[in-house]
């Protein structure tokens, strides 16, 4: 049998080299996010815990009720809670437009409406693109996010609506 | 979801009649039950009867400021207690089946206890209110006795 000369070695590694290199983006897998704005920031919540979105419905408000929580929508004939993400990450609120929007979220059982300025996009990211959340956030807010990625060119920050919930239940405390 | 009235007994009725008005702009309702009497607010406080404020009790802001128009004589474990508010709406017979239990994370708060379900109500969530709980909190009173 004729011996590979050291090139026909080399070229046969790249090959190979390549050939793991592209199974190995295709395998890479990819998660949708819906990204949002609060003020002129964008934030995102990843896609599966994201099961409608719905326009500015009117909200009847709770008596008692955080601020937080500015009240109660009527989706379809169910009552359903909304949380006001500005006020509840401490940023200045903007007011409610016609491109603001509730978006349904779900996690651990417990179902709320998210109020958000404005729905940017729904996209499908890879989740080597999540990364972790900015050392330079104040401590109660870092624990809110999960990571941080970019899309279009802009900083998303991703928030966690597990640790949301979590802060919202000590708030009833 | 059904939701679960603090007095359920065993056998929840297939409906449950209930008075709907305002407070402070907010629809509320009460079960019809517990409602003894109603009055023009003008008459009771004529006739001096102590009232406490709805809206005023569960933390609503009259906006603008603005006497109640309408007195309720509401009965809440084994105690009787004239309440204020602003307009009688309706009284209506719902299916059980169309109470809701307050959402969460409303649910985990302790100040809308008070309130303990809802229903949609011609596109509207009214809020159902607790009078035995109603009667838990301090009030101001208006009247003289």
């Known amino acids: 049998m004729e011996e590979k000369s050291r090139s026909d070695l080399i070229?046969?590694?790249?090959?190979?080299?390549?050939g793991q290199g592209s199974s190995a983006a295709l395998e890479e897998e990819k998660s949708k996010f819906v990204i949002f704005t609060l003020g002129e920031a964008l934030y995102a919540f990843p896609g599966v815990e994201v099961k409608e979105i719905l326009p500015a419905l009117e909200i009847f408000p709770v008596p008692g009720a955080p601020k937080t929580v500015p009240g109660v929508i009527n989706n379809r004939g169910d009552i359903e809670a909304v949380i006001d993400l500005q006020a509840f990450l401490g940023l200045p609120r903007s007011k409610t437009s016609?491109?603001?929007?509730?978006?349904?979220?779900?996690?651990?059982?417990?179902?709320?409406?998210?109020?958000?300025?404005?729905?940017?996009d729904v996209v499908d990211l890879p989740q080597s693109s999540i990364k972790p959340p900015l050392a330079t956030l104040d401590d109660a807010t870092r624990e809110l996010v999960a990571g941080e990625t970019v899309c279009q060119g802009r900083s998303v920050v991703?928030?966690?609506?597990?640790?949301?919930?979590e802060t919202l239940g000590t708030h009833a405390r | 979801m059904r939701a679960e009235h603090p007095q359920a007994e065993d056998t929840v009725p297939a409906e449950l009649p209930l008075l709907l008005f305002h407070a402070a702009g907010v629809a509320l309702g009460v079960e019809a039950a517990a409602v003894e009497s109603i009055v023009d607010a003008e008459q009771a406080r004529r006739d001096g009867i102590a009232c406490r404020d709805l809206a005023e009790l569960i933390g609503l802001a009259r906006t603008p400021a603005r006497a109640p128009q309408?007195?309720?004589?509401?009965?809440g474990r084994g105690e009787r207690c004239w309440f204020g508010i602003d307009s009688l709406d309706e009284i209506v017979t719902i299916p059980t089946a169309e109470l809701q239990p307050l959402p969460e994370?409303?649910?985990?708060?302790?100040a809308p206890r008070v309130f303990w379900g809802?229903?949609?109500?011609?596109?509207?969530?009214?809020?159902?209110?607790?009078?035995?709980?109603?009667?838990?909190?301090?009030?101001?009173?208006?009247?003289?006795r």
């Open chain 2, 105 to 110: 994370p409303l649910a985990q708060f302790k």
């Open chain 2, 70 to 75: 309408k007195s309720l004589l509401l009965r």
């Open chain 1, 158 to 165: 991703v928030l966690d609506l597990s640790r949301i919930i």
């Open chain 1, 98 to 120: 016609v491109g603001s929007r509730i978006l349904m979220t779900e996690k651990g059982g417990v179902r709320s409406g998210m109020l958000v300025d404005t729905l940017v």
């Open chain 2, 118 to 144: 809802g229903i949609v109500r011609e596109n509207r969530v009214v809020l159902l209110v607790d009078v035995d709980r109603l009667q838990e909190p301090a009030a101001t009173a208006i009247g003289t």
């Open chain 1, 11 to 18: 070229v046969e590694e790249l090959k190979r080299r390549k």
